[in-house]
């Protein structure tokens, strides 16, 4: 809402309100006296028909400028705040949406007593928002900054990311309410295996590195972290309990991080949520930092997500490497289509209770 009225409001109250407005205000008589008497002062005997062919001059070069004032406003709007620089797509479009209502207006004036709209006004109009396009243009080659590889107005249509928030809200608020029968069953569950307690809170490493806490159902022993620290699970790792099992197998465990996508720490798709300092035990007994291998600083330019590529391409127990070369491999061809084929492999995945399987989920 904020970038609608900080980008494009303007335009749309400068086409629906000034081009009126400005068009009547030009045609007073007013004007045309004005531009006689500073005739006059200039020329004493100047003849009527001068007058006129500056009127008209002068008229014509403030629809000019009118017309370049929109294509920039609409320019603006498609770069959406980014530094001012050229892009193909955005121009295309400025240039397109504002020509259009040139010839709308026109047109129009073929309509009004009293005014007579051509062509030739229209072509008037155009060379303005030519004009303003040429000079963002000039501009972005003068200060080096050329077009970047950002998909354009119709890239950005088709990946349809903006639907990605809206959606996360709507389905993470329909999953809370239906799946609530299901959080007092695994709850009993959980408490009754051991009689601790039913929750996990965990630090997670959210977009931009910001750490927040997210929710799961305790899957592991009391303690099963103490002397040890932030280790990755494996497969028959002797800490997870025998409901826990049950719950890593299916996902059932990560049901509760449906409030961290509704408050908008995590989404349903992207990169796993890692723990600060958490370590991978590697097989000849070392223990590595996840923030030491190459990836890992890329992952955090987007939300984490409760299931992801690797996640659902990669056993639990593949390295880190791996897991991260599939999370780029994501973020760089990300679009709301793939994230909808991700959850729907997902929930097969799940169905299967396959979610702990060292072959092939899929």
Known sequence: MKKFFWYWLPPIVWAALFFPVGNVYLSKPWLYRLVARVLKLIVKDVEPATVEIVYIILRKSMHFVEYAVLAFLLYRAFRAGRSLRWKTSWALWAGVI????????????????????????????????????????????????????????WGKLVRANYLRRPFDVALSGVGLILSSPLWLLFSFLVWLNDRGPVFYLQERVGKGGLIF?????????KDAEKGRGAVQAVENDPRVTPIGRILRATAMDELPQLVNIFKGDMSFVGPRALRPEEKEARGDGRSVRLDEIPGYRERLAVRPGLTGLAQVYLPGDAPRKAKFRYDRLYIKRRTFWLDMKIMVLSFWITFRGKWESREDKV
Request: hydrophobic residues 45%; aromatic residues 10%.
């Open 213 to 221: 806490k997210a929710i799961k159902f305790r899957s592991m022993i």
């Open 98 to 153: 504002a020509s259009a209502y040139g010839l709308l207006d026109a047109s129009l004036q073929l309509i009004v007593p009293g005014r007579k709209g051509s062509l030739m006004d229209w072509g008037i109009d155009s060379a303005g928002v030519l004009f303003m396009l040429a000079v963002i243009r000039w501009r972005s080659r003068k200060t080096g900054r050329e077009p970047g590889k950002e998909p354009g107005f």
